[in-house]
């Protein structure tokens, strides 16, 4: 790991660690969840979000104004709404992909839950997710919760990771090796 990113990810695992114990003593984990769930669409929907978070050109004050105003239009809970507006203030924006990580890593393990990334070639229908779904949980022996990605450069198959553990079934990995393949052969 790189020493920016493990110093992010230090940060954000101090405040992930603050805020899941008071939402724990608050008994608000289901609302952090889903604090967590709005803020991870805004991050992923919106280049402007992702500019003010990471970008050195606004000052602390232009931060803190953005901040809480996303905040406030998207509803955030008062105690998680304080923890962004302490993280503006501390000019730390730039840790939110990562506490929001951290965080959803935190309630799943409460939860008795694991986390897969599923990457697709096209979105998955609801069917689709609680079958594969049932079938990760059948193989790691605990509740999945599936967080979906599409990626068209796969153009077909899954990519699914679990932990450490990686299942790549996509179409480009399977004419990546072939290609390889044929290269030696050549």
Do not use: C, W
Request: proline share 2%; net charge positive; aromatic share 2%.
């Amino acid at each position: 790991m790189s020493e920016p990113a493990s110093i992010s990810t230090g940060i954000a695992q101090r405040y992930a660690s603050a805020m899941f114990d008071l939402a724990r003593e608050g008994n608000a984990l289901a609302g952090l969840e889903a604090d967590l769930d709005a803020l991870d669409a805004a991050l992923s929907g919106s280049a402007d979000l992702r500019s003010l978070i990471s970008s050195p050109i606004y000052t602390r004050d232009e931060q803190s104004a953005g901040i809480g105003a996303v905040a406030k239009a998207m509803n955030l809970s008062p105690l998680f709404g304080n923890l962004l507006a302490l993280i503006a203030s501390k000019r730390r924006l730039f840790v939110l992909p990562q506490l929001v990580r951290v965080l959803r890593d935190r309630i799943a393990a409460e939860k008795g839950e694991v986390t897969a990334e599923v990457a697709s070639a096209k979105a998955l229908t609801k069917t689709q997710s609680e079958k594969l779904a049932k079938a990760l949980s059948a193989e790691a022996g605990k509740s999945v919760k599936i967080i979906a990605t599409v990626d068209e450069s796969l153009i077909g198959g899954l990519v699914v990771k679990i932990g450490s553990k990686m299942i790549d079934t996509s179409i480009r990995s399977k004419l990546m090796a072939l290609q390889n393949t044929m290269k030696e052969v050549g």
